[in-house]
């Protein structure tokens, strides 16, 4: 099977290419260097080169797993220079660098609770001047007739406002797109993704959410906070923005992937907490995703970040809602108060609780199985930016009209009186009522959801809830995997609120008002089914609902709700946010090793022959080693300089390309003749301040003379590498690799003799498929 | 220094060498061979047995590490057999393992919450009994005079009751102490406590607490439901039980240290569970203390066996109180409904909880502080089980003394009507009117922190909540450390919520009611500035006071009182539990090695030399090292059988003493002159058989033939050990040893051979202290 496959990816474009800033080498990080026929290999790794143009059709292998994506690097390299910096560092220091950690924690949440404010605050004043513009109109023609004017002013006005927030994702930024929790998951994994945690994709990220809300597209803002706050995380802590071309000079001590990735765990716990007002369920969230290791220390911290950034929403939104001193607004959606006396619920609805559960998974399985093929359609067609923002034009131009026919067919008429809705539209219905559909269509998907969780026992008809139901279900669908920044929380509550409380009702109904169940209480079961049968996550969720919903009493029906969900939908198909993660064929580690693993061992699935470099190397072998764009590794074994015959070349130490890149860069070597000399002594903050973009070794101009120096490697690589011997079974190597987020694992034989390499795409290739054990191909996409 | 130390354990007396079917080996993992002598060893390996007497006084050095302890190994021997028999099992079989986990999960959670509430019910029912009684007494004798009679029946129906449960505790079961956490939080670290898991424990446990708590002393019954929890799931995981001698022959896949850790954290977190109705806090619990390495599936079990556990309790106990379909006893303490309305907080009471958090740190450093003088001294002088029993008699007279005569001294008499008190106390007050006193005193503490939080303003007056608060300090600080099973949170919650009460009526009073401090609400945070300062726990107290209260509004108000608690008290002195840890002088990891610790490395660390088997061995070297008391290693690398000059005697493998142990009971070996024949083969089964208490070498017989003969170690070994180099830092060491849970670390050299062996107290023994960088002695104590 030759994998001539090349996709789009969530950059959106291959024209990344030309952002060699973020290169540090393409490949994998240890690609075999001749010919890429290692044991484990398969036949899967010749790469072809396509022309770079847009083809009709692309072709798309889900059995890949792409080797553009780098790993990152959650093991210190612990070399000399780093050791003599914590060796020079006394216990004071210790303390403010700890105190600085709290602080950048303070100011994450912080940052991250105004960035929510800010978009909760235009969306409803954006969302209100439109929706009463429509309504405006409508009333006006419902009288005089032509109403199709009205519909054609909704879809325009949702068409345009999409169509800016399409373009500015789809020309500038295109990993802004969508929810960025897939990406946020692969970051924490320990995958890089180009450009994910930019300033410029914040901006993107922020005005495209608000425009997707705004444009009335079945999606939520809720999920696009977790990216935001991941991506001020990364900014604040390393003080400096590329973007911006600014660097404060603070918080140098943090610029190394591993002190990133804590932050950004932060930073992804305060989205979480501003989007929902579920503190503990953001800490719950980002641990679940991402902290491989638990350490109580960045977990306390993490809680902090997720606090302050609740509160933080909550002060400004309760002064800006007038009622400044009662903290009433804890997340962006707030579920409403469920009442402990009136909700309550019983031992027998346990049942019916996990009825409703496996009604979740299997709707959930369904709309993954759709986004499936539709994503599936996307990569193959729809891969143009103009293309993307066609497509996100007519998804709004739809949305308008589904929501409009389904408004004017309806005859569901509430009295107005005492009801809550923000903007009722009258239509047909009497004076005094309001059309009960529009309370669902005609109004951010946020309040929609509350109002199915609260509006008293016969605000909504059965056929209402139907058909609003099957409408609302294949619009989202549609709608996820859009060119927009958007999440898929909020329509999912909202498709499972509403058939929650439909069936709510028709329990009531058939068993003739013998179970009194309350129709907001299923509309918040409903709701959890629904929305964990599509995400399938476990205890985060769990508490992010109970958070919501403010009380605790719910915990328990929750919880048998979503893990029914997950089950039953893990039976026909994974989770949304695997899905998308597969299909862009990025090197994902799960948890564990597939459970049948144990027959292969380190030596099948390792990289081999590895490139080792020598104690002291010649520049121009560590130059041309360097600039070999066919294997492109990312960190070099280095042995003994000259092995004879009785001594062994055992493995002394491992260095990184980006390390080697920057002795070049300052020229640390000395002549072939001067050995003797003292070669230039470079420090930390010299890898530091090029950290996390080091030059392309094209960009370092090496002379012919230079090339016969020579260059002393060993106070600059890390001493003591993990290593593993060759007949350590896969799950062991996993768990050393999982465990520590390293990048890269030397195979070692019994002398210690270099044998192979074991990086994230060696262990992320074998999954666990129907048939048991499967091998992904590796491919250059 | 040399450490001729000998103190009581927590198995309470040295006659615990009797149950020698527990040892494997008393010294440490991998005491160095010769002397002792290695180069981070210190000189304080001496080792000088004491007569087996009770001494007078016990010398006690704090700056110890005691080598008595054992280490769990969460590292799979990965040996052929292990390999053969996960390579034999299928996708269907482990699908088959993992719903067998999910089964036991259940069967924890139902039988955690059932211990829950047959402790609840008992306690109601005997105390109910004593109080009656008492109460009675004292009416009558108001009337009549003569009221010492009272004092006197209820000083000696409590030290009565009080000697049962400690007589039990310290004759039977020592182990049984205390709350059990500290020792649950050593297992899950990783450190075998004898009998900590036992059937046996768990009798002694429960009725220890029903019996402490009966007797009135200043405790409460929820921590040690985490124990209780603990071996309920360590002992159905295993599907036997020592202690009844019956093997299951169930769930034998189970039968090892990393399965057996897996099922504890959960019924760790099923017991949290029970005891607050926190089922998320009972995960974040576990994993806080316990799981370093945080795995989806497992947090996800964790949380079933939690809620299963809070959803029996809250069915069984409605069921008994009567009220079946509501379920409203969630856990053994319930903190009552803080309804959102009235007690809301605002922005400018922030500081005001920040302040109380400072006082309960500060109070909370106080309590540890006396406690760790009085735990000193009762480790010196209070060491027989029969003075043990008199001193928790003593306590629990004074007990009843100290309440009788705060109640008989106090005039805060309250109307009777309206208020909710169990067993009012008229006394001197007149008729309709009850002794305000008597609600804190003379009742169970649980119904008095709940009465602090919810009676009606005015209840109590200030003199009667500082009287009560003076107390209560000291009797609870006394009780804590006695020989009885009992738990320190409801009294540290009862001290701060009797200053918080205070606190917040003063305020008031202070500002002449400009500041309208509910007093309940001040209670409540009084109650978690007080717990934090005593305990220093983080997310996990955070979310169980969070779910006590029922409402996730206090979520940040308590998070900012226990974090500022915790830094106060952590200013002067560590938590209760870490405190008593340290005395104990367990080998515990923390989360990281200590911050300066970059200056050592795995050559100073590491214990040298180690006694390394070949890979075919004669049977008569392997039983004289098992034999060899004065090491006692349990771990020995394995290197190839005949190096020649040219080969490098390379680490082939690892080999444990329960193995060896194993391998020569079932006679596995040849004849030297046969060794071509094939040596008996061992099923798995045969170790998981002879899992956890493998025999001691002495019970083996070996016959002088027999020592002649050859063993293969091959098939048995783990071929592929972790192992790190000589020049890997300490933190590295540290990091990879604590995130995969390890019990030998071998130490190579650039040739792979061995050098040295790292164990689990070779790391604990690296401390911060007050000046930097400090080194525990190691003694066999």
Known sequence: MANVAKKVSWSGRDRDDEDDDEEEGRAGEATPLLNGTGPGAGGARQETELPRQYPNEIPHNEKLLSLKYESLDYDNSENQLFLEEERRINHAAFRTVEIK???????????????ACFIDIVVENLAGLKYRVVKDNIDKFTEKGGLSFSLLLWATLNASVVMVGSVIVAFIEPVAAGSGIPQIK????????????????????????????????????????????????????????????????????????????????????????????????????????????????????????????????????SVYHG??????????????????????????????????????????????????????????????????????????????????????????????????????????????????????????????????????????????????????????????GLTVSAGVFIPSLLIGAAWGRLFGISLSYLTKGSIWADPGKYALMGAAAQLGGIVRMTLSLTVIMMEATGNVTYGFPIMLVLMTAKIVGDYFVEGLYDMHIQLQSVPFLHWEAPVTSHSLTAREVMSTPVTCLRRIERVGTVVDILSDTSSNHNGFPVVESNPDATQVAGLRGLILRSQLIVLLKHKVFVERANLSLVQRRLKLKDFRDAYPRFPPIQSIHVSQDERECMIDLSEFMNPSPYTVPQEASLPRVFKLFRALGLRHLVVVDNRNEVVGMVTRKDLARYRLGKEGLEELSLAQT
Request: net charge positive; aromatic share 14%.
């Open 186 to 317: 692969c970051y924490l994994n320990g995958v890089k993704i180009p450009h994910v945690v930019r300033l410029k994709t914040l901006v993107i990220k922020v005005c495209g959410v608000i425009l997707s809300v705004v444009g009335g597209l079945a999606v939520g803002k809720e999920g696009p906070m977790i990216h935001s706050g991941a991506v001020i995380a990364a900014g604040i802590s390393q003080g400096r923005s590329t973007s911006l071309k600014r660097d404060f000079k603070i918080f140098e001590y943090f610029r190394r992937d591993t002190e990133k990735r804590d932050f950004v765990s932060a930073g992804a716990a305060a989205g979480v907490s501003a989007a929902f007002g579920a503190p503990v369920g953001g800490v719950l969230f980002s641990l679940e995703e991402g902290a491989s290791f638990w350490n109580q220390f960045l977990t306390w911290r993490i809680f902090f970040a997720s606090m302050i950034s609740t509160f933080t929403l909550n002060s400004v939104l």
């Open 101 to 115: 950690r709290w602080v950048i924690c303070a100011m994450i949440g912080i940052l991250t609770g105004l960035v």
């Open 323 to 480: 009622n400044a001193w009662d903290l009433s607004s804890p997340g962006l959606i707030n579920f409403g108060r469920f009442d402990n006396e009136k909700m309550g619920y019983t031992i027998q609805e346990i049942p019916i609780f996990i009825f409703m559960g496996v009604v979740g998974g299997i709707l959930g399985a369904l709309f993954n199985a759709l986004n499936y093929w539709l994503t599936m359609f996307r990569i193959r067609y729809i891969h143009r930016p103009c293309l993307q923002v066609i497509e996100a034009m007519l998804v709004a131009a739809v949305t308008a009209a589904v929501g409009f026919v389904m408004i004017y067919c309806s005859r569901d008429c509430q009295p107005i009186q005492g009801s809550t809705v923000t903007y009722p539209l009258q239509l047909f219905c009497a004076d005094g009522e309001y059309n009960s559909m529009a309370t669902a269509f005609f109004n951010t998907p946020e309040k929609s959801v509350v109002n199915l969780f609260h509006d008293p026992p016969g605000s909504y008809n059965p056929m209402t809830l139907g058909m609003f139901t099957l409408m609302y279900f294949f619009l989202a669908c549609w709608t996820y």
